[in-house]
């Protein structure tokens, strides 16, 4: 048994480190499961092409369309100048004086609208670096800015947000995007407050240091020319209409739930439970008539490069796909191996309530992979049918096993080796040095707060 474990945490502990190297996951993942299958003296090639590949189909079946309408949506925002207008808006209405909450609140209403956290930072970034220049803020604080308002609670926490992690839970769960609402509006309000208390106490302390936005930085923005941008109501529309028919599609008597007979989906296409399948089918039309909007705001601007757009985005959809696919193929031939069974149990035994040991494997698989959608995926592939049986027994809604899996996977998945994170610096010019302090502290107060919600919530359950 000691070695069945040691087969597995090798394996784990190169995919994380060669992932971190820079090395392809979609070819480094099918390497160390076989790796993890030959120490654990399983059967090797049914291991990678039944179990490994066929999970990887199926979670690529399930998610591609989210994948790709959402990349091309934000795709389609970014070469109109929508999302460019709508975060020079807000920053602008803001003001100088409060040039820090004008980025977390742009970024927030972008990522809430459905365009991808990438897309965020590339149009936020230019109006935030001059603002803070404006307003002698230093420039190092621009990514945890950027990052509190798109990487914690509107990624995650919000019901009702259009992002993977908030949809991912809803396949294993049978709920939808506005699952314990409550719960994530709480989360919410203590993120954004502790958040913006953190990074406003930074502000005022380089202030009486007088450290200024600095100087001889990378990737300076060049200046955006105002005048090209479409106004900010015409640029808001397509986010307003992704929410809009989201919620319609998901809540409403005109749900997606009630258009099919149940009985044609059991039997013509084994969808036994129309609740794992609701979430996808509402934002998928949602996405749909997003994109359509968002093209008529400047279809005469974008015409001529909307191929080349259109192949962007789609090449940048398949590579996160197969990337996390690739990481859901390695945790189900994991979860068949001899060793699983002994690490699986420590993990549910690291509490007796189901809320809080999913939070606990959610977010440790998160840090591991340093990836939320990754993380969440291995961790419901590999327990959430356990858990989903247990919270029956206790009495526990799905919505709250949604909600704090969901919450949990945005929480150390922003480690110094997360993709997002690294290219987040990138785009401001910026190091791990520099800037990365102050994600990091997000990173702890999220965590945190998670834990926090949990425990409170397993008292009174």
């Not at 502990?13 to 820079?22: Q, T």
């Not at 927030?108 to 002698?136: D, M, N, Q, R, W």
């Not at 302090?437 to 999220?446: G, H, P």
Request: contains cysteine.
């Amino acid at each position: 048994m000691f070695i069945d474990i040691v087969a597995i945490l090798l394996s784990l502990g190169l995919l994380i480190f060669l992932a971190y190297r820079g090395y392809p996951v979609i070819i480094i993942a099918p390497l160390v499961t076989i790796l993890a299958v030959v120490l654990s003296g399983g059967a090797l090639l049914p291991s990678y092409t039944e179990t490994y590949m066929t999970n990887a189909a199926n979670y690529i079946k399930t998610f591609f369309p989210i994948f790709l309408l959402g990349a091309v949506f934000g795709k389609i925002m970014d070469m109109t100048g929508a999302a460019a207008s709508i975060a020079h808006s807000i920053v602008r209405s803001f003001g100088q004086k409060r040039a820090i909450l004008a980025v977390v609140f742009a970024c927030a209403a972008l990522t809430y609208g459905g365009v991808s956290l990438f897309v965020v930072a590339f149009a936020v970034y230019p109006f935030a670096a001059a603002i803070f220049k404006e307003a002698g803020i230093p420039k190092r604080l621009i990514p945890a800015s950027i990052a509190l308002g798109a990487f914690t609670f509107t990624m995650d926490s919000m019901p009702g947000t259009p992002q993977i992690q908030n949809i991912i839970p809803t396949s294993y769960f049978g709920t939808d995007a506005y699952a314990a609402p409550l719960v994530g509006l709480t989360c919410t309000l203590l993120i954004l407050s502790v958040g913006m208390w953190w990074l406003e106490r930074q502000r005022k302390k380089a202030l009486l240091q007088g450290e200024g936005y600095g100087s001889h930085h990378k990737n300076e923005p060049e200046p955006i020319d105002e005048k090209t941008l479409p106004s900010f109501w015409l640029s808001i529309i397509p986010l307003l209409l992704v929410i809009l028919f989201n919620f319609i599609f998901s809540r409403t008597p005109l749900s997606v739930r009630n258009w099919y007979d149940p009985t044609i989906l059991e039997n013509t296409y084994g969808i036994g439970d129309v609740g794992t399948v609701v979430s996808n089918w509402s934002l998928i039309i949602a996405l749909t008539i997003g994109i359509l909007a968002a093209m008529l705001i400047n279809l005469k601007k974008i015409r001529l490069t909307l191929a080349q757009g259109l192949t962007t985005a789609a090449t940048g959809a398949l590579l996160a796909i197969f990337n996390t696919a690739s990481e859901v193929g390695f945790g189900n031939v994991v979860s068949k191996l001899p060793g699983f069974s002994a690490i699986s149990e420590w993990v549910f035994q690291a509490s007796d309530n189901p809320i809080l040991s999913e939070t606990i494997a959610v977010n440790v698989l998160a840090g591991i992979t340093g990836s939320a959608s990754g993380g969440l995926s291995i961790a419901l592939e590999l327990m959430g049918s356990y858990y989903l049986q247990v919270a029956d027994t206790m009495g526990i809604s799905p919505e709250l096993l949604h909600r704090f899996a969901s919450m949990a996977s945005g929480s150390m998945d922003t480690l110094p080796h997360n993709g997002a994170v690294i290219t987040l610096l990138a785009i401001t010019g910026l190091t791990h040095r520099q800037s990365y302090k102050d994600i990091f502290v997000l990173t702890i107060f999220k965590t945190a707060i998670v834990f926090l919600l949990a425990i409170i919530v397993s008292l009174f359950i």
